[in-house]
């Protein structure tokens, strides 16, 4: 199974931006790849995720700030963040799907994780 690594996260002030990074071991392909978070105490839930025709699709409450976007050449997606907020403090899972449903529903691999702290 091919491996996911994140990288990017940290500590930034409210108003700040980070820029995560996830590099697979093998090709993308077709594959969609996208971005979960994990709060404390709370589920894990979708963040964005794009196609392998560039289409992208976000959680409500980040389409306005975070950009999503791929390089197949690295194997590598990433996620732009803009004027964070301490509600966007979590963990960040970088997930890879065979289609849309997939990837939204959580079934596809996953990387470790990198951890985003906002504060205030």
């Known amino acids: 199974q091919a491996r996911l690594v994140e990288s990017g996260g940290g500590l930034v002030q409210a108003g700040g931006s980070l820029t995560l990074s996830c590099t697979a071991s093998?090709?993308?392909?077709?594959?969609?790849l996208g971005w979960f978070r994990q709060a404390p105490g709370k589920e894990r839930e979708f963040v964005a995720a794009?196609?392998?025709?560039?289409?992208?699709y976000y959680k409500e409450a980040v389409k306005d700030r975070f950009t999503i976007s791929r390089d197949n050449a690295k194997r590598t997606v990433y996620l732009a963040m803009n004027n964070l907020k301490p509600e966007d403090t979590a963990v960040y899972y970088c997930?890879?799907?065979?289609?849309?449903?997939?990837?939204?529903?959580?079934?596809?691999?996953w990387g470790q994780g990198t951890q985003v702290t906002v504060s205030s």
């Open positions: 794009i196609t392998w025709k560039a289409l992208t």
């Open positions: 093998s090709t993308f392909g077709s594959d969609v």
């Open positions: 997930h890879r799907a065979g289609g849309v449903a997939t990837m939204k529903g959580g079934l596809g691999s």
